[in-house]
């Protein structure tokens, strides 16, 4: 069995949320392990969504989608990372098409 995505994507290592002195280490290493998800999904040809980040890194919107039966379907998302470093996900809407 080949190895799973998991294992290609850059461990994180850095253990800080946006409010900590080591956020920006663990953003640069949070944008690194993204980036690589995204060239793994794009040379499987298997992108799924498109997500950006503000200024912070702390709010991201963005856009994620699913075939199912030749129906594609269509979610908005935002999330927060909260201080605590957890995080808040919202789905504000679902588009068919």
């Known amino acids: 069995m080949e190895n799973s995505i998991v294992d290609k994507i850059p461990v994180l290592k850095t253990s800080a949320g946006p409010k900590d002195k ?16 995204i060239k793994l999904n794009q040379e499987e040809d298997n992108e799924w969504f498109q997500i950006t980040p503000d200024d912070t890194g702390i ?8 075939f199912y039966n030749f129906q594609k379907y269509e979610f908005d998302l935002q999330f927060e990372v909260l201080f605590n470093y957890n995080y808040r996900f919202q789905l504000p809407t679902l588009i068919l098409q």
């Open 22 to 37: 080591n956020w920006n280490d663990r953003l640069k290493e949070e944008y690194t392990a993204l980036i690589s998800y």
């Open 59 to 66: 709010k991201w919107v963005g856009r994620c989608w699913y």
